[in-house]
């Protein structure tokens, strides 16, 4: 699937990749609970558009961001609390063949 294609079925699946946490300090997250904090359509597409896998860039937070950036292979750093929305990204990217492994996932609260 060229690269476009897999940013096209990224916007039209709109896949749930984030999770909701009880709101204690310690950050426990309530897996069943799973939702769609994505950006808008146009600035994936921008993004995409001036992506370079030259690019070494760094990411606080996650999700389709970091789909577009593992879909045009920048070296790519993203740091957030949620292991769980991490692996969401990597099932997601591995399930259509994404090469995620130059994309590093940190997480920190």
């Known amino acids: 699937m060229s690269k476009k294609n897999l940013l ?12 909701r946490t009880d709101g204690t300090d310690g950050i426990r997250v309530l ?27 760094l990411e606080t937070g996650c999700g389709y961001s970091t789909i577009v950036f593992s879909i045009s292979e920048t070296e790519h750093t993203t740091i957030s609390p949620f292991r769980e929305e991490h692996d969401a990204i990597k099932n997601w990217c591995s399930e259509r063949n994404i090469n995620f492994t130059k994309c590093k996932f940190i997480k920190a609260k």
């Open 8 to 19: 096209e079925e990224l916007i039209h699946q709109k896949p749930q990749l984030h999770c």
């Open 31 to 57: 897996e069943a609970d799973v939702y769609n904090w994505a950006i808008g359509d146009n600035v994936l597409k921008w993004l995409f558009d001036k992506m370079d896998s030259n690019w070494r860039t």
